[in-house]
């Protein structure tokens, strides 16, 4: 099954003149905390429509300074201070740019909405990634289509989106409007050392079987199987249950969630998908790890202690300067769980994501929306590549670049896929409260604290309390 989008995700790195590759970091649409400040309309920002000035489309005050807050995880923020910046101040040199990196987008921005002194550019993403729903109900996301309708700097005669998947068009929308921009590409499996598996002579496990197998082997050298970070990062094991449900059930079980669907979070393919990765976490995980962070888990997977991390394609660039020469970031997708498994083998998770946002009531949502118009021209689009070895929506922007083995490899995983792509799981950015509860919840039945049906019961609960919640506002997605 696919939902709009996920056609054109096939074809993704061909329009970007690749051959068949896709990544990008962080977290998604992962929640912080609600913001506090007015509720009044914004000013609408200057329309593309109609402007005389392809050079200036949203009517820029050259002379307006502009305040950029970046994540500054698995991509840094150099690409940001070295690319994007620069090339705004040498489209307005009379503009003061501020620049700002922080991990604590959450903690950093709420007391600014509050105040009102907020940045016009945020890159939100990362643990403590603001609730994009709640920013959205108050009024503080800047409507974009007037981005996505404004010619690009590339070729004039095209609109923005015209240039870039269309993907990024169908994850912009929040009630039905244009709010948010995903910049990156990714594919979200299991990363393991290509060159130990080459040095062991093992294959990748493509049957459940052959996989528990691969596990008695690596126990007997002591090595675990697979491992995922406890701390700062439990939600990777939570995405990673969701695209095995996937494989098992086919999207419709992703998508069932996310819709608040009855019964959802106790389909079978989930019991079936939480319950088979709790197996394996018993019988091949250690419980020190529920202790560890992501950076502390990757750094054991460059020691080779263990096989296999569920992770997007991000890991490669986050982990470059740790990363010894005899670790090689090869992706593998999730091996057959049953043998009935609606989708194959090779099916992976290929999603855009690393979102930005323009603050509505900045003091500059025009010069917020000019610097999105240049991230997604090709000199914007490029030298983020060039900068973090990850690529991003802009059609033809990679092309002829040099990329590393992990992006080869999900290259390769990208074409085996075909239309075999698991869908993302939307609700963590529309229900920040269920996604933070099932990020706590699979530490707990990973634990073996609760059994499956007990985690799947307690998903359910908790899902069903938000349906009934006439305060949080409901969002729905087809196929």
Not at 268 to 294: M, N, S
Not at 411 to 434: H, S
Request: aromatic content about 8%; hydrophobic content about 40%.
């Amino acid at each position: 099954m696919t939902h709009p989008g996920e056609i054109t995700r096939r074809q993704l790195i061909r329009r970007a003149g690749l051959t068949a590759l896709i990544v990008g970091p962080g977290a998604g649409l992962l929640g912080g905390c609600a913001t506090g400040g007015g509720d009044e309309p914004a000013a609408p920002v200057t329309s593309a429509a109609g402007s005389a000035d392809p050079r200036n489309p949203f009517g820029v005050d050259a002379r307006k300074p502009l305040k950029v807050t970046i994540f500054s995880g698995g991509y840094g923020d150099a690409y940001a201070k070295e690319i994007h910046e620069p090339l705004y101040r040498k489209e307005f040199p009379g503009a003061a740019v501020e620049h700002d990196a922080t991990q604590q987008i959450s903690t950093q921005l709420r007391p600014l909405f509050v105040s009102g002194d907020v940045p016009d550019v945020v890159n939100n993403s990362g643990p403590q990634a603001l609730d994009l729903v709640a920013l959205a109900e108050q009024g503080h996301l800047a409507d974009l289509t007037a981005l996505f309708d404004a010619p690009s700097i590339d070729d004039p005669a095209r609109k923005i989106r015209d240039v870039v998947t269309p993907a990024v068009l169908d994850n912009a929308k929040i009630d039905g409007k244009d709010l948010v921009l995903n910049y990156t590409v990714s594919h979200r499996a299991l990363w393991y050392n290509a060159k130990l598996f080459a040095a062991k002579g093992w294959t990748v496990p493509k049957t459940w079987a052959e996989f528990t197998a691969l596990g008695d082997k690596a126990k007997a050298e002591g090595i675990l199987l697979f491992a995922y970070p406890g701390q700062k990062g439990p939600y990777y094991q939570l995405w990673n249950v969701l695209y095995t449900a996937a494989k098992i059930g086919g999207n419709q079980a992703i998508i069932d969630v996310d819709n608040l669907v009855d019964g959802a979070w106790k389909s079978e393919p989930v019991k079936q998908a939480v319950a088979a990765w709790a197996d394996i976490q018993a019988r091949y995980g250690d419980k020190a790890y529920f202790g560890l962070d992501h950076t502390q888990t990757q750094v054991k997977q460059l020691q080779d202690k263990l096989l296999f991390y569920p992770v997007g394609s991000w890991i490669e660039n986050e982990m470059a300067k740790d990363k010894p020469d005899g670790f090689e970031y090869a992706i593998a997708p999730i091996p057959d769980v049953t043998a009935a498994d609606k989708m194959p083998y090779g099916a992976i998770q290929v999603g855009v994501g690393e979102n930005f946002f323009v603050a509505a009531r900045g003091k500059n949502p025009q010069g917020g929306l000019e610097y999105l118009r240049i991230m997604l021209s090709k000199d914007g689009a490029r030298g983020f590549t060039e900068k973090t070895q990850n690529l991003t929506v802009v059609n033809g922007a990679a092309e002829g670049l040099d990329l590393p083995p992990g992006l080869r490899s999900a290259a390769r995983a990208q074409d085996a896929a075909g239309q075999n792509i698991i869908t993302d799981a939307r609700f963590e950015g529309w229900y920040k409260e269920l996604f933070d509860y099932g990020t706590e919840q699979i530490n707990v039945v990973m634990a073996g604290r609760i059994t499956p049906d007990e985690f799947c019961s307690r998903m359910q609960a908790k899902a069903d309390a938000i349906k009934k919640d006439g305060s949080v506002p409901k969002q729905t997605r087809g196929e």
